[in-house]
C-alpha cells in the first residue's frame, strides 16, 4: 500500500494507484480545455488532480478564482520549490488570484526555527525566488504569525478536527507537541482563508501540490464542509431526482429563506427541492449563507505533481545536499552537480550507441523537462537522440550543466532586483 505522509519519508511506486485508492482524478482528461497549459501540464508531470473542473470554468468563463501554497521556511529553496512556484505563478498569469503563505508557524513549532530565522529563510529563499520567477505584486504573500484573518481562521477549523482525524493523517500521538497541531490547522486555514469575505469571498481555489501533500488536502475538504452552514446534494426518491439542501446548525430563518427563494419544501433542518438546476440551487445557498454569516467554501481544488527523482537517484531532499541543487546554489556548484548526477547512460559507449541511453531513469534528462527546455520540440529531438543512441552522457551532461548554469546566475540576478521591489508586495 502506499502511505502518504506528509513529514516523511514517501515511496510511491506508481503514482497511479492513487487514483484509485484515494479517488485523485487524471490531470490529462482536462488538458485539451486547457488555453496556455503550462508545461508541468503538457509533460504530465501533473498528473493528477481534485475538482480542478472549478477552478478551470472560473478561469475560462473570466470569473474569480485563485492559487494558493505554502512554503516551510526551515531550509533552502530548491527545484522542488521551484515547481510550486512555477504553478502559482501560471495561474496567476491566467487571471487568478495568488497566495503564497510562509509557514513560519509549522517552522518554528516543528523544526524549531527561530522566528528571526524564520524571517529571514522566508524572504531570501522563497519570497525573492518567487518574484525572480515572475510573482506579481497583486499576489497576496504573508507569514502565518502575522495573519490575523489565518489565525482566527485555524482555530474556527479546530472545533470540527478532532485529534483522531489528525492523528491519522499526520501520525499524531501522545508526545506530539500542541503547537504541531496547531499548525496542522494553519495550513488548513491558508488553504481557505482565500474564500473569507475579506478576501473576495467563495471561489474555487487550487492548491498545486506533490503527492505526498494529499492528506493535507483531504483533511481541509473536509474541514470545509464541516464549517459550512448548509450541504448540497443531490438525491433520489422513488427514481424522481431532487435536490437536498440539509443544514443542520443553521439559523432557522436561513432554511425559511432557501426555501422561499428556491420554492423547495421546508421541513426542520432541510428543504427538498424539486426544480431547478443544480448549480442554481447551490449558488443560490451559498448566497443565502454568506447572508447569514456562514463560510460558505467551495471544497478546495488541488493538481499533483510528480517528484523529481534526486539527483544521485532516490528522493530529493532538502537534508541531502546532493540529492538537490538550491535556487541559491553559487552557479558554477549546480554545473558540478550536474556533472555528478546520475544518468541513464550504458556502461560503456559501445553499449550506448548500440541499445540508446534510458532517459526515462536519467536525472539530467529530467532537469531538461522540468526546468531547463521550455520547448516541447527541442526536448523531444533530446529524448530521440538519446534512445537512438547518438547522445552521449559526458556532452549531454555539459550542455545541461552550462543551462543550470545560465539559470542560476539569471535567477540569483532576478532575486537581487526582486529585493528592491519587496515594498510593492507589501513586505
Ligand atoms: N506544510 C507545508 C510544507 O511542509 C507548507 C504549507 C503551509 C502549505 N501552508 C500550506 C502547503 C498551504 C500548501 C498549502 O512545506
Ligand atoms: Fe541522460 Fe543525456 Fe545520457 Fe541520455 S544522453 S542518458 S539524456 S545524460
Redesign the pocket.
Known amino acids: 500500500m502506499n502511505t502518504l505522509d506528509p513529514w516523511g519519508t514517501v515511496k510511491i511506486d506508481n503514482y497511479y494507484k492513487l487514483f484509485e485508492e484515494f479517488g485523485i482524478s487524471k490531470f490529462e482528461e482536462l488538458l485539451e480545455k486547457i488555453p496556455n497549459p503550462h508545461r508541468y501540464m503538457r509533460r504530465h508531470v501533473i498528473f493528477g488532480h481534485r475538482s480542478y473542473e472549478s477552478v478551470l470554468s472560473a478561469m475560462l468563463s473570466g470569473k474569480p478564482f485563485a492559487a494558493m501554497s505554502g512554503f516551510m521556511p526551515s531550509g533552502r529553496a530548491h527545484l522542488g520549490h521551484k515547481m510550486v512556484m512555477e504553478e502559482i505563478i501560471w495561474h496567476q498569469q491566467q487571471g487568478g488570484d495568488a497566495f503564497l503563505a510562509i509557514a513560519d508557524m509549522e517552522a518554528h513549532a516543528v523544526r524549531g526555527k527561530t522566528w528571526k530565522e524564520c524571517r529571514d529563510l522566508g524572504i531570501n529563499e522563497y519570497i525573492l525566488s518567487a518574484i525572480a520567477l515572475g510573482l506579481e505584486p497583486s499576489a497576496h504573500i504573508y507569514f502565518q504569525s502575522r495573519s490575523k484573518p489565518v489565525k482566527d481562521l485555524a482555530f474556527e477549523l479546530g472545533i470540527k478536527a478532532n485529534f483522531s482525524e489528525l492523528s491519522a493523517i499526520y501520525g499524531f500521538n501522545g508526545e506530539t507537541n500542541i503547537a504541531h497541531m496547531i499548525s496542522a490547522l494553519t495550513q488548513s486555514s491558508d488553504i481557505l482563508h482565500p474564500q473569507l469575505a475579506d478576501f473576495g469571498g467563495p471561489k474555487p481555489v487550487v492548491i498545486p501540490v506533490g503527492a505526498d501533500q494529499d492528506p493535507h488536502i483531504r483533511l481541509t475538504r473536509g474541514l470545509a464542509y464541516k464549517v459550512n452552514m448548509f450541504f448540497v446534494e443531490e438525491r433520489m426518491d422513488a427514481g424522481k431526482p431532487y435536490i437536498s439542501v440539509r443544514g443542520k446548525s443553521a439559523p432557522e430563518e436561513a432554511l425559511k429563506d432557501i426555501s422561499k427563494r428556491t420554492g423547495g419544501k421546508l421541513y426542520e433542518e432541510h428543504v427538498d427541492i424539486f426544480k431547478g438546476e443544480f448549480q442554481e440551487v447551490e449558488s443560490t445557498v451559498r448566497e443565502v449563507e454568506l447572508k447569514y454569516a456562514g463560510f460558505a467554501f467551495m471544497p478546495p481544488a488541488s493538481t499533483y505533481h510528480k517528484f523529481m527523482t534526486g539527483l544521485q537517484g532516490g528522493k530529493m531532499s532538502s537534508s541531502i545536499p546532493e540529492s538537490h541543487i538550491a535556487l541559491s546554489e553559487k552557479p558554477e556548484e549546480g554545473a558540478k552537480k550536474v556533472m555528478r ?1 546520475k ?3 550504458r556502461v560503456t559507449l559501445e553499449e ?1 550507441s548500440k541499445m ?4 526515462n ?5 529530467e532537469l ?1 523537462l522540468y526546468h531547463l527546455i521550455e520547448d516541447d520540440n527541442e526536448l523531444m529531438e ?2 530521440k ?3 537512438g543512441g547518438t ?3 559526458g ?3 555539459k550542455y ?1 550543466a552550462e543551462l543550470m548554469q545560465l539559470f542560476l546566475k539569471d535567477h540569483q540576478e532576478k532575486k537581487e532586483l526582486a529585493r528592491e521591489r519587496l515594498k510593492e508586495f507589501g513586505l
Open positions: 548526477a544518468t541513464g547512460g550506448q540508446g541511453g534510458e532517459p531513469k536519467c536525472t539530467v534528462y531538461l533530446v529524448y537522440d538519446c534512445v547522445r552521449v552522457c556532452n549531454c551532461k545541461t
